[in-house]
């Protein structure tokens, strides 16, 4: 079939580059000239394992084209989707001005029948706002061109975005005619070679999953890390009670984990949209909006425990850091726990020495761009010199096992802040190190 994907972020990016990996003819537009120059020329912009060789493959197959103009995507296009970001608006909402923007383009521009799937994360009626605008569009150019309007939201994981795509849980496709529903089946099913894992549904229902997935996923982590906070003021250890609640078939293991709270570029804006859309509608939502609560408060954890640990005062002090993204196997720095815990420490006197695998160009170019205290080292065994102790904050693998001789004779004290996941426990046994983790008392 013949694509096109609007807006080559995380989602548009991947979605274009899959569907062109199984036979299809993609055209991925963008307003950003620079992405679309670099895309062009073999560069992407994000890191995302597999991403670039099936990028690089694809566009050396024709399968793949990358445009700022979205006329050369709809010469031939039977589906439109919309990839855009629907960043958290001043009072909280989705901001639909993207994914709005590209509806009026679309009905300025279309000459052919379409499809337009949003597959961007839109409060529930956006569909229908999406079907007005294009309408309203055509009715100014005196067009009748039919078009069908399908919510397909994503689920893709960053840092696993590739393979997410490719073998999805589900795929749920909200629609409201058997046309839509058959060509959108069509084109998913080289994914669903084993068993069907698409699910049919109305498009506001589609809408509203998406939100609600998150929002049962952010649910689970704030409920965990609360419990990890008590657990910590009785002396029990919240690992073993994991392990003792999640062996329940109901409950399960996965989202149990107890941390430093839920960052990313989804999670904290889809917790707080749902929020919205519920007020919008005459419902205060209190345990989605305490979930909020608690994340916010979590982020926050370690960098009381190095307080309690060396004072309010931090002057002088220097602190090693790996790293900065908001969860491994990426390099997006939105939302994450490090952007707080530094900012705190700085806040109270303290320089940081960070080091992350990807992510430190996100951070010097954006994050922690006006914070001069924060310097960056290619390895992490080069932040230690000096540092009064080393926090952990997230849980890429070459952080599990470091040489804890090296640290001890590279860094002033062996004390070590781990604000990772549980999971990632550092044994530490008898090795003469103070250890602080979420979840057990200092
Ligand atoms: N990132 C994720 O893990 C993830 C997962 C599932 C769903 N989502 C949802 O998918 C949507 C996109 O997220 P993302 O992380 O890919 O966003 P992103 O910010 O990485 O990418 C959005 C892209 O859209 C482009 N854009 C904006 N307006 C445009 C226009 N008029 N025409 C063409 N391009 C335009 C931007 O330049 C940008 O490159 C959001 O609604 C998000 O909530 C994201």
Redesign the pocket.
Known sequence: MNLTV???????LVTGTCFSEMGNNVTC????EK?VYNLKNGIIP?FEPGLEHMVKRNVENNALHFSTE?NDGLLQAEIVFI????PMGEDGS?DLQ?VL??AK?LGEEMERPLIIVN????PVGTGDKVKDVIQNELEKRKKNIEFHIVSN??????GA?VQDFMKPDRIVIGADSKYAFEKMKDLYSPFTHNHDRIITMDIRSAEMT?YVANAMLATKISFMNEVANICELVDADVNQVRIGIGSDSRIGYSFIYPGSGYG???FP??VKALQRIAEENGYKARLISSVEKVNDLQKLVIANKVVERFGEDLTGKTFALWGLAFKPGTD?MREAPAIYIIKDLVKRGASIKAYDPKAMDEAKSFYLKDIKEVSYFNSKYETLQNAESLLLLTEWKEFRSPDFEELKAQMKNPIIFDGRNQYSNLKLDKKGFEYYQIGKKS
């Open positions: 609007v807006g080559t972020g995380y989602v548009g537009i963008d307003i950003d992405k994000i979205l990839a855009v970001g629907t989705a993207y923007g590209v383009q597959k961007s994360t839109v939201p994503e689920f893709l994981k960053e975005a998406k990313g570029s989804c804006k889809d997006d």
